[in-house]
């Protein structure tokens, strides 16, 4: 069974940092890609960043030069680190694999960014 779980979320003031992590099990995030997506109130999910199994990285435009993907494949766990954060960066986050064409979400994590 495939789980991922979102952690490192919380209350930040504008141009702080946090860390996201997402560990799963039942799957290994180092032969899939990974994306971080989010989802603010009113709007649809979007994504993030996003993390091939060969270390290749894409980015929204908006979070380019502030946040970065990175992948600890010993630890099955993929990280967002979000620097320079801003209150529009306030939003529900997750991660999502797509295995087999099966796309899996975490539970989310909270971002809330005040200004």
């Known amino acids: 069974q495939v789980q991922l779980v979102e952690s490192g979320g919380g209350l930040v003031q504008s141009g702080g940092s946090l860390r996201l992590s997402c560990a799963a099990s039942?799957?290994?995030?180092?032969?899939?890609?990974v994306g971080w997506y989010r989802q603010a109130p009113g709007n649809q999910r979007e994504l993030v960043a996003a993390?091939?199994?060969?270390?290749?990285?894409n980015y929204a435009d908006s979070v380019k030069a502030r946040f970065t993907i990175s992948r600890d494949n010993a630890k099955n766990t993929v990280y967002l680190q979000m620097n320079s954060l801003k209150p529009e960066d306030t939003a529900v986050y997750y991660c999502?694999?797509?295995?087999?064409?099966?796309?899996?979400w975490g539970q989310g994590t909270q971002v809330t960014v005040s200004s």
């Open positions: 999502k694999v797509t295995s087999r064409s099966r796309p899996y």
């Open positions: 039942g799957i290994i995030f180092a032969i899939n890609t």
């Open positions: 993390i091939t199994p060969g270390g290749s990285t």
